[in-house]
């Protein structure tokens, strides 16, 4: 075997077998002549691929492993790290892309004489792809491509199958997902919106990424001339460039560099530029900088490095060109910044200000704003409005990120961004956009933050929807009186003394199956803890795949009848799935109890497992945490048609409690609504 031969850990050995892990740890335990590890550590060993390959196809377990998976594994596991093979590979999808007689020939040849010729072949497609000026992306020896050759043979093979970019964005996606917290990525929703806004999309365009990353915006533009990138990580600009090769025809120039500090491209004047910098940065170049030229409208703050990046991307326009950067929203209103603000607006070359839903691109959790800006044409005169849009009301409450519905933010964002780049003005969308007179913003704040000029709409929908909400709490207060128990009646001899069981022994008796929820993946909602609290319909969404090395699992749907239990320190809860909720995958910290009809009544179920004093005897302590366990939850052994008569009380309970709940969710409405509607004057006092 060769010292460098790419190693592969127990997780990978099971997707090239298609089996779960624990079936690599049983060949383990049972085959004396499993491979030995040759690296990881002692809870994750690594094995050599070669012999873990060997021996899968010796047992016969090899035959009908994927292709795709196959050069996953050599690339994943390559000796001189997934980046750099990565990065080997697309050199020779690139060759098979454009020259792929070429490729053909080398193929046939052995290893050693591929190693020997195969240089020269990358050099001359790389020349004829980047120019001369490529440092970027330079042509590997043939020492550098000796580990990778097994790697290199399945790639080409997997573009003769699926096509050479398809290849490599598969490869690339797999890194990419198996190292979330590496790279700091653009979603493909932001990147169309900012081509869309930059005209970017327009054909035979100039285009600039200043720190391009992965080159998802660059790649979202359609039909370039040219496209340049420059990012500070050699690695990230070099399979960039390649990326970009593959995507398309254009020309494209990569550098790698600091682009603030060692501009790769300083003569260029774009027809756009596309950028998602880096947020926050203390050390972007202040004290070097100070009397750099970029800075027309005035030095930013050594807390401002967006407005940095700002300037860079204006410098690089030609006249009258757009520029569109994703920044972070403490930019539109900081105090360090509002000098530069300020003057961006005087001169007209801020244009508009986007704030996007949270979770339309990292750091997820707040609201992301797009800043649009033109470099000014000497003699014009400069625009006196400037654009606001707010999209967070697009966002669903507490759907994330996979729930965003990026053809309403786009179709919201270009509705108002193209009249009014055509005609400098746009009628307002209460609560969505309104173009605002620059003199309005030229206070002492030069806050461009959309919300602070956007009053929400009406609240509730005005007067007409609070009379609305006002009859249907009239109504669910009707009914609260209706379904209110009647007054309790104390039984005369005393607490009743019952034959009783627990969960655990009707499960073991086949009247009960216990299930626990949190796993799997698919397109169903997912019923979770706090609807069952709240009873409220599935909020939560489920990945759409397993992550990287774990097997597809099926989530476990819940059905009519089934009854849900919180595990977590909530207290005394349980709900019996409905017609309506039926279908739903069971979410994290719940478990599923499915009673046989013939044996158990499920709201008698439900009723006795909610009792204070019950889950009170089930409940242990771990750290600050109370669980429960549902197994020891005890119930009375009584007649199917006793239990029946405690299930229609305990029925009626539920149906109260759930109009108390509709009541006091309406209350809070009606009441902030007229706070709301008092306050903004579209309701009268």
Request: hydrophobic share 40%.
């Amino acid at each position: 075997m060769p010292e460098n031969a790419a190693e592969v850990t127990a997780a990978g050995i099971a997707r090239l077998a298609g089996v779960g892990r624990a079936a690599v740890s049983n060949w383990r335990r049972r085959h004396a002549d499993f491979p030995k590890p040759v690296g990881g550590t002692e809870t994750s060993p690594s094995f050599a691929l070669p012999e873990v390959e060997e021996w899968l196809r010796a047992q016969g377990k090899l035959a009908e492993v994927p292709l795709r998976e196959r050069v996953w594994q050599q690339l994943s596991g390559h000796p001189a790290g997934a980046v750099n093979a990565l990065g080997h590979a697309g050199r020779v999808l690139l060759l098979v892309r454009d020259r792929p007689t070429a490729w053909l020939e080398l193929a046939a040849v052995s290893d050693k004489r591929l190693l020997a010729v195969l240089p020269a072949a990358l050099d001359h497609v790389l020349k004829a792809r980047f120019g001369d000026q490529r440092a970027a992306v330079p042509t590997p020896t043939s020492a550098e491509l000796e580990p990778s050759v097994p790697l290199l043979r399945g790639a080409a093979e997997l573009a003769a199958e699926i096509g050479a970019r398809q290849a490599f964005e598969f490869l690339l996606g797999r890194h990419l997902d198996a190292n979330p917290r590496q790279y700091t990525l653009t979603p493909t929703g932001p990147a169309e919106l900012m081509a869309a806004l930059a005209g970017a999309d327009t054909p035979g365009r100039t285009v600039l990424d200043p720190a391009s990353g992965t080159g998802e915006l660059l790649r979202a533009v359609r039909q370039p001339a040219a496209l340049y990138a420059q990012d500070a990580d050699p690695e990230l600009a070099s399979l960039t460039a390649l990326r970009l090769a593959l995507h398309g025809d254009a020309d494209i120039r990569a550098a790698a560099g600091d682009t603030l500090r060692a501009d790769a491209f300083p003569g260029l004047t774009a027809d756009a530029v596309l950028c998602h910098p880096p947020f926050n940065e203390r050390n972007w170049g202040h004290d070097e900088l100070a009397y750099d030229p970029r800075w027309e409208y005035g030095f930013p703050a050594r807390t401002e490095s967006e407005l940095a990046w700002v300037q860079h991307a204006l410098a690089r326009l030609r006249p009258g060109a757009t520029a569109v950067l994703l920044m972070p929203p403490a930019v539109a209103s900081r105090k360090s910044g509002r000098r530069v603000r300020a003057d961006l607006l005087r001169r007209g070359a801020q244009r508009a200000v986007v704030s996007l839903p949270a979770g339309a691109a990292p750091p997820y959790g707040i609201p992301l704003h797009l800043w649009v800006l033109r470099r000014p044409v000497a003699g014009e005169r400069p625009g006196q409005e400037l654009l606001l849009v707010d999209t967070a009301e697009l966002a669903e409450p507490g759907g994330g990120r996979d729930k965003l519905d990026w053809q309403g933010v786009q179709r919201t964002v270009l509705d108002a961004w193209q009249p009014f780049d055509r005609d400098g003005g746009v009628e307002e969308q209460p609560g969505r956009s309104r173009s605002v007179p620059v003199i309005e913003l030229l206070d002492d704040d030069v806050d461009l933050a959309p919300a602070r000029h956007l009053p929400p709409p009406a609240a509730g929908g005005g007067a007409a929807e609070l009379t609305h909400v006002r009859e249907r709490l009239t109504e669910t207060l009707r009914l609260t009186g209706d379904l209110t128990p009647e007054a309790a009646v104390p039984v005369a001899e005393g607490p009743a003394v019952r034959p009783g069981t627990t969960v655990g022994e009707l499960v073991r008796a086949g009247a009960l199956e216990l299930r626990s929820g949190g796993t799997g993946t698919g397109a169903v909602p997912v019923l979770t803890e706090q609807d069952v609290l709240d009873g409220t319909a599935p909020s939560g969404v489920l990945p759409e795949c397993p992550a990287p090395g774990e097997e597809p699992v099926e989530p476990v749907l819940v059905r009519a009848g089934d009854v849900v239990v919180p595990v977590l320190g909530v207290g005394p809860s349980a709900r019996v799935v409905d017609e309506t909720t039926a279908g739903a995958a069971l979410g994290r910290n719940l478990q599923l109890l499915r009673p046989d009809p013939t044996a158990l009544d499920p709201w008698f179920l439900a009723g006795f497992l909610r009792g204070t004093a019950n889950n009170r005897q089930a409940s242990s302590y771990a750290s600050t945490a109370t669980r429960l366990d549902v197994r020891r939850l005890q119930l009375p052994r009584l007649p199917l048609a006793e239990q029946r008569r405690y299930g229609d009380r305990f029925r009626a309970l539920a149906e109260f409690e759930t109009a108390l709940r509709l009541a006091g969710r309406l209350g809070e409405r009606l009441v902030q609504g007229l706070y709301d509607g008092l306050t903004d004057g579209t309701v009268e006092a």
